[in-house]
C-alpha cells in the first residue's frame, strides 16, 4: 500500500481500492455514486420506520440494535479485504445499518418523537452546506487539513473503542452521559464527521471518470460510513440536551 492512500478517515476512498481493474471501459461517476447512495438510504429508512413500528408495539429493539452494529462490521471488514465483492455486499451493509439504525433511533423516536427527524434534517443540510463549501472551494482540502481530520477521526474513535471496552466491566466512562462534558464531545465528534465528508468529496472528484464503474459501490460505502456517523452524533447530541433541558 503506498503512503499516498492515507487520505481519508474512510478506508473505503483509500487508494488501496482504487488500484487494479484500470481497463473497464466503463468509470465511476457521481451521478452512478449519486444513485446508489439515495436507493440505500431508502432502503434504510424503510427498515428504519419499520422497527419504530415493532417498537410502538411493545417489541424490544436491543437485539435489532446489537445484530445490526455486528453485521455491519463483519461486513466492512470483509469488503476491506474484498473489495471486489462491494457490489453485493455493500447492499448487505446497508441492510444491517438499517437494522442498527431502526433499533437505535427507536428509543429517541418513542421518548423524544421529534428528535429523529430533526436529526435527519440537521444531517442532509449538513451534507449540503459541506458541499457547497467543497464545491466553491471556501474550504480547501489541503495535506495539512486531511491529517488534522484523519488524526481527529482516529482519536475520537479509540476514545469509542476503550469506553465501548470498559463498559463490559462495568466501567462508565465520561462520553455516555449529560454531563457538560460529554455534550462537548459529542459536539466535537459531530464536527470532525462533518468535516470527514469533505475528504469523501476530494477524493471521489480525484477518481471520478478514471476508477471503474463497479467502485461506485465503494465509494456509496464511504458516504454511508460518513453520514450514518454524522447522523448518530447530531441524534445522541440532542437526546443529551432533551434529557439535560
Known sequence: MKLSNYKTNNPVFAGYF???AKS????????GIFIKSLGCI???AAITAYLWKLNEAG????????????????????????????????????????????????????????????AIGVTIITFLVM??????????????????????????????????ILGFFGINTYIWGTSWFAIIFNCIAAIVASFSLLLDFDHIE???????KWKEWLATWGLLATLIWLYIETLRLMQKFAIRF
Open 18 to 20: 482504487w488500484d487494479g
Open 24 to 31: 473497464s471501459s466503463k468509470k465511476m461517476t457521481v451521478s
Open 42 to 44: 431508502l432502503v434504510i
Open 59 to 118: 417489541m424490544p429493539m436491543k437485539w435489532f440494535t446489537l445484530g445490526g452494529m455486528l453485521a455491519a462490521i463483519i461486513i466492512s471488514i470483509v469488503i476491506s479485504v474484498r473489495h471486489h465483492w462491494a457490489p453485493f455486499l455493500v447492499p448487505l451493509y446497508t441492510i444491517a445499518k438499517g437494522f442498527f439504525l431502526g433499533g437505535f433511533s427507536a428509543y429517541a423516536h418513542k421518548h423524544f418523537p421529534e428528535l429523529p427527524y430533526q
Open 131 to 164: 458541499l457547497l463549501l467543497y464545491q466553491t472551494r471556501i474550504i480547501v482540502v489541503t495535506k495539512k487539513l486531511r491529517s488534522v481530520i484523519i488524526t481527529s477521526v482516529a482519536s475520537i474513535f479509540v476514545v469509542y473503542l476503550i469506553s465501548w
Open 206 to 212: 480525484r477518481q471520478k471518470n478514471r476508477a471503474p
